[in-house]
């Protein structure tokens, strides 16, 4: 035995059972590193005593915490072949690249499809389809040189044209694309040429620093197709350039795909995959538990609790920037004065949402959506806390003393009431009564538009927001003056040119100087609190290594295999 | 018995006509639009217009009823509007797989009731009676949900003695296909056990209390002759009622079972059309769960029929 051993051993004597039981869970890797430190800590363990056993006693399996975009399991060798078993959700429509919008849909889609690029788990873009991309000065014209060599499963090859056409088709207003999200006001129809073969040029609306990423597999309506194939007829063959190739596809149940030899990269190492579809999440676990499945492409953590403590399984934390924001209408009362906004945002006490809600898998919001994850975020911005007196002074100085009655509209989903209800309660601290309208989905959007949607006419609401590599769409859409998701109505001349800045900076460095002052203007104003950014949570079966999942429903199994 | 027969189909007409009305117009005053659902609560409206007008949602509510109820007459039940697909190929798997659970269930059921209800009946007030009825009911009001994920924790995970999913893989021979319905199969076992036996409990009661009864002891026949002569042939009455009213359910109503087990069942697809507001998908799969039901509600009226002449005779009068 030595030194250190010993140390652990005198210092475990003196400490309870529960702190022993978290040094045991730590040990035999069932928590992670982070988790063991701020589980030690709220127990009573000092900071240099976690410190410590934190290195003494190892552990920390189970999957770390990992920067947004991708994450793979555990990586090293692995046996040659072999067929994975994956589980995701049920893909809500057909398999269709132009209306593809959901998690199911978007691991279909990434299945047999390739991008442009792909978005890894720093967030940088990996050539794939396209070797090499660059802008003219003004990042108003980006040429993309386009791979040779490539050919679609059916043996036809795949050129610029087949680029240019997949991208006009998704731009098409006509065609009511999923991709017009991330791509509508930035690139129009008809500004998308191929002049030869191996080079495509998008002619931008406007100056777009990070318009790569928006053709990348962040955008999981991009994969490339034949441009002589129908969209609406691809959930037909699969048609895609990908490692893999579709076997066979039965609707509502599940697909297999086989290894595809004559692709262009690297050959896959499994001979195959099957994807399960599931309806709820509880029997996607219960499978992984039962050895039916090696991979469950996302869980929650209020769903999946079993999974994070269970020792045959690892579970993969992928941070994202998926969030809730509390919008607060800036044109009606009683949120016309910032500082009756900046008063709910103080009530808000984040660490116990997060680890309340999250078990801790989050990082804090900060009233903007510039996520920690982001490498344009200033993280020198201070982190607002909550401060009781603060917010009772802010609203004294705001005339309101005495509090006010407001109704907060949302919906029934994820984790949205718990947080509605909580929120409800913070404000109560400072004399706000929030009365809770709580809907369906479909009530709560109305019809997406300004006029007939509680979302976007409610005084006050709490909207879900997805992932995304950047937070462009996030402040075009929410945080400009003409923004059709402003929900808080938000018309600020300085934050519209900000943000035109930022979306047009090309590099990071001058991404993040404007970065910070949109932060620091949107705390001050604060339309919109957005109390956490959450974890996206995969599980794999601890012999399966290389599986890459992301945070946007896809995952790459091309080199992910067995250990026995 | 042919105009017994003619008048059960004349009201099935009626019923299915009417079911398909309501499905119908209830599937339309849900709110939301098909569109939307598909592209998504932030799809910009202009899209969803167009995307509605390509699919034919935007027409009256009358003409899409028109068209879908006329192809359902000529065989075409439509395309499915989340699916882009034959309503066809999307039910007639589900159905299958329905079939498959719901016989399953029945033939494990149906005898295990039959006789803890005789049993029930033959020791009435005894500790075998009070063990079948109070354990039975108290079985059958479990929620399902509760009961499967017992029996999966149980058989599924400790045990490791069934799949806790019961759709079997792809070629797999029939008892590998039993293996995998075993667990939401016995899961219907415990929920319908209950009820069954407690309507044969009742109605052995009632036979073995009956003068017929009593006269067939009188003449001297052994117990077991009495029994099965006397006593099961008019017991069985009810329980054969109540057997078929449950078809409906085990065909479309196991949502719960079927996502529990991830099984592709009816229950699911009229559950996610429904949710999806996918009225071609919808209102097929419910009007096919109807005909299967009254099918079935035919063959028992048959049944009773051939059981009990006094039903026969007065609907031949």
Known sequence: MDDTQRRVDAIRKDRSELENHIIDEYSAGKITRREFVRRGTVVGMSIPLVSFLAAACGGGGGGETTGGGTTPTATGAVQAGGNIRVAIIQPATEPNPIIVKDEGGAGLLGSTGEFLSFSNEQLELEPRLAESWEPNADGTEWTFKIRQGVTFHSGATMTANDVKTTFETLVNPKNASNALSALGGVLSPGNTEAPDDATVVFHLDAPNGNFPTLVSSANYNAIIIPADLDPADWGKTFEGTGPFKLDSFTPKVGAKFVRNDAYWGEKANPDGFDLKFYDEEGPMILAIQGDEVDFVEHFSVSGGQALLTDPNVQVIAIRTATHRQIHMRTDKDPFTDKRVRQAIALTLDRPALVDGLWDGKADLGNDSPFAPLYPSTDTSVPQREKNIDQAKQLLSDAGMADGFTVELNTWKGFEIPDLAQLVKQYAAEIGVTINLKITDDATYYGDAVFGSSPWLDSVMGITDYGHRPVPNVYLASVYTSKGTWNAAHFKNPQADQLIGQYIAALDIDSQKAVAKQIQELLLDETPVSIPYFYNFLSAAKPNLKNAVSAATGQFDLSKAGYTS | ?317
């Open chain 2, 1 to 317: 018995m042919a105009r017994f027969l003619l008048t059960r189909l004349g009201l099935a007409a009626i019923t299915l006509f009417l079911l398909s009305v309501f499905v119908f117009v209830g599937a339309n005053l849900l709110p939301g639009n098909v569109a939307r659902r598909k592209l998504g609560n932030l799809a910009d409206q202009a899209a969803v217009d167009q995307l509605n007008h390509q699919l034919g949602t935007d027409k009256p509510i009358l003409e899409q009823y028109w068209n879908w109820i006329s192809g359902f007459f000529h065989g075409d039940l439509g395309t499915s509007l989340s699916y882009n697909l034959p309503v066809s190929e999307l039910i007639g798997p589900a159905l299958l797989h329905s079939l498959k659970l719901a016989a399953f269930a029945f033939v494990m059921v149906v005898p295990l009731a039959i006789i803890g209800g005789v049993v029930a009946a033959l020791k009435r007030d005894r500790l075998a009676d009070r063990i079948i009825t109070v354990g039975g009911l108290s079985l059958a009001v479990v929620p399902e949900f509760v009961t499967g994920i017992m029996l999966i924790l149980v058989f599924g995970l400790w045990l490791d003695l069934f799949p806790v999913s019961a759709n079997a893989p792809d070629g797999s021979n029939i008892l590998t296909q039993l293996k995998y319905l075993f667990l939401p199969a016995l899961t219907l076992v415990i929920v319908l056990f209950g009820y069954i036996s407690r309507i044969t409990r009742a109605g052995t009661i009632e036979a073995l209390d009956a003068d017929y009864t009593r006269t067939a002891v009188l003449k001297g026949l052994p117990r077991r002759t009495v029994v099965r002569r006397h006593v099961l042939r008019n017991s069985l009455l009810p329980t054969i009622a109540v057997i078929a009213t449950q078809t409906g359910y085990l065909i479309g109503g196991l949502v719960v079972i079927e996502t529990l087990f991830n099984y592709p069942g009816m229950g699911r697809l009229i559950f996610t059309a429904a949710n999806d507001k996918d009225f071609p998908l919808l209102a097929s799969s419910v009007l096919i769960v109807g005909i299967v039901f009254l099918v079935a509600t035919l063959l028992a009226d048959v049944a009773y029929s051939l059981l009990n002449p006094r039903i026969r005779y007065a609907t031949a009068e």
